[in-house]
Protein backbone atom coordinates (compact mmCIF):
# COMPACT_ATOMS: atom_id res chain seq x y z
CA UNK A 1 0.00 0.00 0.00
CA UNK A 2 1.34 3.58 -1.42
CA UNK A 3 -0.23 6.52 -0.18
CA UNK A 4 -0.47 10.09 -1.92
CA UNK A 5 -0.33 13.72 -0.64
CA UNK A 6 -2.03 15.69 -3.13
CA UNK A 7 -1.63 19.27 -1.87
CA UNK A 8 -2.77 22.72 -3.30
CA UNK A 9 0.12 25.07 -3.39
CA UNK A 10 4.04 24.98 -4.46
CA UNK A 11 7.18 25.79 -3.11
CA UNK A 12 6.57 25.23 0.90
CA UNK A 13 8.64 27.17 3.29
CA UNK A 14 12.13 25.41 3.95
CA UNK A 15 11.07 24.54 7.54
CA UNK A 16 7.60 22.81 6.14
CA UNK A 17 9.49 20.90 3.30
CA UNK A 18 12.65 19.34 5.35
CA UNK A 19 9.93 18.33 8.24
CA UNK A 20 7.76 16.64 5.64
CA UNK A 21 10.85 14.74 3.94
CA UNK A 22 11.89 14.27 7.84
CA UNK A 23 8.43 11.80 8.40
CA UNK A 24 8.14 10.53 4.45
CA UNK A 25 11.75 9.08 5.13
CA UNK A 26 10.53 7.74 8.62
CA UNK A 27 7.18 6.55 6.82
CA UNK A 28 9.12 4.65 3.84
CA UNK A 29 9.09 1.44 5.01
CA UNK A 30 4.92 1.04 6.41
CA UNK A 31 3.46 3.71 4.52
CA UNK A 32 5.39 5.00 1.32
CA UNK A 33 4.22 8.53 1.00
CA UNK A 34 4.61 10.60 -2.08
CA UNK A 35 3.95 14.44 -2.66
CA UNK A 36 2.11 15.46 -5.47
CA UNK A 37 2.05 19.57 -5.73
CA UNK A 38 -0.94 21.16 -7.51
CA UNK A 39 -0.51 24.68 -9.18
CA UNK A 40 -2.90 27.19 -7.64
CA UNK A 41 -5.68 28.88 -9.05
CA UNK A 42 -5.34 32.24 -10.24
CA UNK A 43 -6.83 34.86 -7.74
CA UNK A 44 -6.52 38.37 -7.18
CA UNK A 45 -8.05 41.56 -8.01
CA UNK A 46 -10.81 41.06 -10.64
CA UNK A 47 -10.20 37.47 -10.29
CA UNK A 48 -13.11 34.53 -9.55
CA UNK A 49 -11.97 32.71 -6.61
CA UNK A 50 -14.71 29.73 -7.33
CA UNK A 51 -13.45 29.82 -11.00
CA UNK A 52 -9.93 28.98 -9.57
CA UNK A 53 -11.44 26.52 -7.32
CA UNK A 54 -12.90 24.82 -9.46
CA UNK A 55 -9.39 24.58 -11.43
CA UNK A 56 -7.57 23.64 -8.84
CA UNK A 57 -10.26 20.88 -8.39
CA UNK A 58 -9.83 19.48 -11.72
CA UNK A 59 -5.86 19.44 -11.27
CA UNK A 60 -6.12 17.74 -7.99
CA UNK A 61 -9.19 14.80 -9.24
CA UNK A 62 -6.40 14.37 -12.69
CA UNK A 63 -3.30 13.50 -9.85
CA UNK A 64 -5.35 10.70 -8.03
CA UNK A 65 -3.96 7.36 -8.40
CA UNK A 66 -6.83 5.07 -10.04
CA UNK A 67 -8.71 3.02 -7.28
CA UNK A 68 -7.01 5.17 -4.20
CA UNK A 69 -8.99 5.40 -1.29
CA UNK A 70 -9.32 9.05 -1.06
CA UNK A 71 -9.26 11.42 1.96
CA UNK A 72 -10.17 15.18 1.59
CA UNK A 73 -8.95 17.14 5.18
CA UNK A 74 -11.81 19.60 5.05
CA UNK A 75 -12.62 21.29 8.19
CA UNK A 76 -16.29 19.83 8.59
CA UNK A 77 -15.02 16.82 8.59
CA UNK A 78 -14.39 13.76 10.83
CA UNK A 79 -11.93 14.34 13.63
CA UNK A 80 -9.50 11.15 15.13
CA UNK A 81 -7.56 10.67 17.96
CA UNK A 82 -3.81 9.57 17.52
CA UNK A 83 -4.90 5.57 18.11
CA UNK A 84 -8.17 5.93 15.83
CA UNK A 85 -5.96 7.36 13.13
CA UNK A 86 -4.32 4.17 13.94
CA UNK A 87 -7.27 1.88 13.65
CA UNK A 88 -7.94 3.76 10.33
CA UNK A 89 -4.41 2.98 8.57
CA UNK A 90 -4.89 -0.93 9.70
CA UNK A 91 -8.59 -1.26 8.27
CA UNK A 92 -7.34 0.77 5.14
CA UNK A 93 -4.12 -1.65 4.93
CA UNK A 94 -6.64 -4.32 4.75
CA UNK A 95 -8.51 -3.18 1.60
CA UNK A 96 -5.53 -3.45 -0.44
CA UNK A 97 -5.90 -0.32 -2.15
CA UNK A 98 -3.75 2.70 -2.01
CA UNK A 99 -4.31 6.23 -0.34
CA UNK A 100 -4.49 9.91 -1.59
CA UNK A 101 -4.93 12.46 0.89
CA UNK A 102 -6.51 15.86 -0.18
CA UNK A 103 -5.60 19.51 0.93
CA UNK A 104 -7.55 21.65 -1.02
CA UNK A 105 -6.18 25.52 -1.94
CA UNK A 106 -7.27 28.89 0.19
CA UNK A 107 -10.82 28.16 -0.26
CA UNK A 108 -11.01 24.32 0.09
CA UNK A 109 -11.52 21.73 -2.25
CA UNK A 110 -13.90 22.06 -5.30
CA UNK A 111 -17.67 20.71 -4.73
CA UNK A 112 -16.33 17.85 -7.19
CA UNK A 113 -13.14 16.54 -4.95
CA UNK A 114 -15.50 16.53 -1.75
CA UNK A 115 -18.09 14.41 -4.18
CA UNK A 116 -15.22 12.06 -4.81
CA UNK A 117 -13.71 11.55 -1.61
CA UNK A 118 -14.60 8.32 0.62
CA UNK A 119 -14.59 10.33 3.26
CA UNK A 120 -13.56 13.64 5.03
CA UNK A 121 -11.15 14.48 7.84
CA UNK A 122 -11.06 17.70 10.21
CA UNK A 123 -7.36 18.26 12.05
CA UNK A 124 -9.49 20.21 14.60
CA UNK A 125 -11.13 22.97 14.98
CA UNK A 126 -8.27 25.24 14.95
CA UNK A 127 -7.48 26.65 11.17
CA UNK A 128 -4.54 25.81 10.32
CA UNK A 129 -2.19 27.43 7.32
CA UNK A 130 -2.22 24.64 4.15
CA UNK A 131 1.48 23.92 4.36
CA UNK A 132 1.29 23.21 7.45
CA UNK A 133 -1.29 20.57 6.99
CA UNK A 134 1.27 18.81 4.91
CA UNK A 135 3.27 18.34 7.79
CA UNK A 136 1.33 17.44 10.62
CA UNK A 137 -0.43 15.18 8.10
CA UNK A 138 2.88 13.04 7.66
CA UNK A 139 3.85 12.72 11.30
CA UNK A 140 0.10 11.83 12.28
CA UNK A 141 0.84 9.48 9.84
CA UNK A 142 3.96 8.27 11.04
CA UNK A 143 3.00 8.07 14.47
CA UNK A 144 -0.38 5.81 13.52
CA UNK A 145 2.08 3.73 11.08
CA UNK A 146 4.40 3.39 14.31
CA UNK A 147 1.91 2.26 16.63
CA UNK A 148 0.76 -0.19 14.54
CA UNK A 149 4.66 -1.77 14.36
CA UNK A 150 4.78 -1.44 18.31
CA UNK A 151 7.29 1.33 17.34
CA UNK A 152 7.90 3.55 20.81
CA UNK A 153 7.59 6.19 19.02
CA UNK A 154 4.11 7.19 20.10
CA UNK A 155 3.76 7.14 23.88
CA UNK A 156 0.31 8.44 25.54
Not at 54 to 70: C, F, I, M, Q, S
Amino acid sequence: MKARLVAVGERAPAWVAQGFAEYQKRLSHWLPLELVEIEPGVRGKGRDAVRAMHDEGTRVLEALPKNAWVVALDGRGRSHSSEQLSQRLEHWRGQGRDLAFLIGGPEGHASGVLARADEQWSLGPMTLPHMLVRLVLAEQLYRAAAMLANHPYHRA
